[in-house]
């Protein structure tokens, strides 16, 4: 029974893969006419099998020639397949399709190969597409200004140039295969390696994790980063990545702003305010420990003279020259301030008696009075100094500055002095 019906069974199973598949299925012979073909070729391309069982070279064929087609043809008279190549057909219409096509070998009486078309343009395009936006993805990433790094298990598979250049590096194969930490060590690092381990350990965040740190290159220069780290892949073990923005240039200048408001933008010594909360808590440290401090209010002599004389420009080098004598005649404990134009105060610390501020104040005026080298000519001036001690006796910052100020107002009648101010 089964020999007898088995024919009839497949030839209606192929009857209906022929007719209803999606994909085109069609005969050619010798001469490489298609000869039939199903439904579907007809709604691929556009023909019908009458208008095609003459033409040896179908118009539909776009990637031969006529003397490629036929070394093709005497290919499949050898028996050669060629399965599943991607290649181009032309609708009737003219509208150009990515198929993917088969053709078998068959040679029998008429049926030289069967060939099997399906239609991949929509995939083609999506695919194309995608490697667009890659390729822009890529481009954009490239040329980001923040450090892009892709790492997995501590070794950088992915860094664009912005990351070279924070590296310190010339090509991308110096920092592939290398750790981030090869490049950059900080005191952050720990923090971000902790971030990573615990990514490792199955702690997924929830967000990316960002942290602003200061970095050393490898090459032992300075730079800030804001650094976001981003979790990519898998729970158990993603790849990390990591995106660097440089923010050396932003936080210097906050660095500076902040230097500027705590000190004289012309001779780096500290400024008023700062200086006013300085010697206030050392005035209330001296009486809570029974400690000595004085105070040293020093003005150039004739300073007016040298600007009214030289220019402005002279008499702030000028004041640059002697901020900078007046550090070396101090201790590192004491606490210099510009107060404005030509006055500068001294906090002495510590004092434990008064030759040490007696030899303070004579080294301060013979290094005064050395030659100043500004420009191609020589300056000589001389300075003034009024000095008070501070006394648990009620006095308060104002107070203490005031003594200073009235000793030196003393010793600017005699020039070239430093005067207490209990004893003129």
Request: aromatic letters at 12%.
């Amino acid at each position: 029974m089964n020999s007898i019906y088995q024919p009839t069974m497949m030839d209606n199973v192929l009857d209906l893969i022929w007719n209803n598949t999606t994909d085109a299925i069609f005969a050619i012979d010798y001469h490489g006419a298609v000869i039939d073909a199903n439904p579907a070729f007809q709604n691929m391309l556009g023909w019908q099998t009458e208008e095609l069982n003459r033409i040896a070279f179908p118009s539909f064929i776009v990637h031969m020639t006529k003397e490629e087609h036929q070394t093709f043809l005497s290919q499949l008279k050898k028996g050669q397949s060629f399965p599943y190549q991607i290649v181009k057909r032309k609708h009737k219409d003219g509208m150009l399709l990515d198929i993917l096509a088969s053709y078998w070998s068959v040679n029998n009486e008429r049926i030289l190969a069967i060939g099997m078309y399906k239609d991949f343009t929509e995939q083609i395009h999506i695919q194309r597409k995608l490697e667009e936006s890659e390729y822009c993805y890529r481009t954009l990433v490239e040329y980001l200004p923040e450090a892009i790094v892709k790492q997995r298990n501590d070794k950088i598979e992915f860094a664009n140039s912005s990351a070279i250049k924070l590296f310190g590096r010339d090509t991308l194969e110096e920092v592939i295969g290398n750790s981030v930490w090869d490049f950059l060590a900080s005191a952050g690092k720990r923090n971000i390696q902790h971030i990573i381990e615990t990514l490792y350990d199955g702690n997924y965040l929830k967000e990316p994790e960002t942290l602003v740190d200061k970095f050393y290159r490898s090459d032992d220069k300075e730079v800030y980063a804001e650094v976001k780290i981003i979790p990519i892949g898998s729970k158990e073990k993603p790849d990390i990545q990591m995106v660097f923005q440089d923010v050396t240039e932003q936080k210097r200048h906050e660095q500076q702003l902040e230097y500027f408001a705590y000190h004289d933008p012309l001779t780096g010594l500290k400024n008023r305010r700062v200086f006013t909360e300085i010697v206030t808590e050392s005035m209330e440290a001296a009486k809570n420990n029974l400690e000595k401090i004085a105070m040293m209010y020093i003005d150039i002599d004739e300073f007016k003279s040298i600007n009214d004389t030289y220019g402005h420009d002279v008499g702030d080098q000028l004041l640059q020259q002697f901020a900078e004598r007046l550090k070396s005649s101090v201790r590192k404990e004491d606490v210099l301030c510009r107060v404005g134009g030509d006055e500068f105060l001294v906090l002495l610390k510590d004092i434990s008696k008064e030759k040490e501020i007696v030899d303070i104040a004579e080294r301060m005026l013979l290094v005064f009075q050395e030659a100043y080298k500004i420009d191609d000519f020589s300056l000589h001036v001389t300075s003034s100094i009024g000095i008070t001690i501070f006394q648990d006796d009620g006095l308060d910052y104002q107070s203490f500055i005031y003594r200073a100020d009235q000793a030196l107002y003393q010793a600017k009648e005699r020039r070239n002095q430093y005067i207490f101010f209990d004893k003129y």
